[in-house]
């Protein structure tokens, strides 16, 4: 199992970017998925994620403006990401749940200028 995100970059507040996670060697349709970012100095959070059953959740932080969702025939996962902060600034990570087994993409990186 691989899982490769991209999309991150440099935006103004105010501004939006969608990521993006491909996957390779297993599916995203089944499993438990999701978000998560590390800003410098600060511990790995969940950003979003949807369970086996299909429900989505969100931190606190981002509700109202992220969107999590995912593209079974293209076997991608995306997070939407609207009204972009400063505090939005962080690394962010996809993550598959497999068989009680953790799988982690490498990072992307989302500056928010102020």
């Known amino acids: 199992v691989q899982l490769q995100a991209s999309g991150g970059g440099l935006v103004q507040a105010g501004g939006s970017l969608r990521l993006a996670c491909a996957a390779s060697?297993?599916?995203?349709?089944?499993?438990?998925v999701g978000w998560y970012r590390q800003a410098p100095g600060k511990q790995r959070g969940v950003v979003a994620r949807i369970s086996s059953d299909r429900t989505a959740n969100y931190a606190d932080a981002v509700k109202g403006r992220f969107t999590i969702s995912r593209d079974i025939r293209k076997n991608t996962l995306y997070l939407q990401m609207n009204s972009l902060k400063p505090e939005d600034t962080a690394m962010y990570y996809c993550?598959?749940?497999?068989?009680?087994?953790?799988?982690w993409g490498k990072g992307t990186q989302v500056t928010v200028s102020s």
């Open positions: 060697g297993t599916t995203f349709a089944y499993n438990a």
């Open positions: 993550k598959l749940v497999k068989n009680r087994k953790e799988y």
